[in-house]
């Protein structure tokens, strides 16, 4: 079974930074695509970014490209995504996913496991 912990969430003025985290275990990390979604109240969860098991391939929503940027360290089976310029309608509960077959995707479907996720909450 795979717990997948998000942190890093908090309040932040528009144009500000954070650094989500999340914590793997129960399962060998490194086999794992990572995807990072996003929750906005009244929507459906979103894709945001997704980084391949081996960290050779990055993807992103249009939405987020040149300000956000996903990471993984296996040695400490994290997945990161750090978020620059943030704006307001980036505020959402935030959620990492994990993927054990395939490839990266951006379907929330494609995805076995999910933390409880972490809110971010842009202000203007």
């Known amino acids: 079974q795979v717990q997948l912990v998000e942190s890093g969430g908090g309040l932040v003025q528009a144009g500000g930074s954070l650094r989500l985290s999340c914590a793997a275990s129960?399962?060998?990390?490194?086999?794992?695509?990572m995807g990072w979604f996003r929750q906005a109240p009244g929507k459906e969860r979103a894709f945001v970014a997704g980084?391949?098991?081996?960290?050779?391939?990055?993807y992103y929503a249009d939405s987020v490209k040149g300000r956000f940027t996903i990471s993984r360290d296996s040695a400490k089976n994290t997945v990161y995504l750090q978020m620059n310029s943030l704006k307001p309608e980036d505020t959402a509960v935030y959620y990492c996913?994990?993927?054990?077959?395939?490839?990266?995707?951006?379907?929330?479907?494609?995805?076995?496991?999910w933390g409880r996720g972490t809110q971010v909450t842009v202000s203007s």
């Open positions: 980084i391949s098991r081996n960290a050779d391939s990055t």
């Open positions: 129960g399962h060998t990390f490194s086999i794992d695509n």
């Open positions: 996913a994990s993927k054990y077959l395939g490839v990266v995707s951006a379907s929330t479907s494609a995805y076995n496991y």
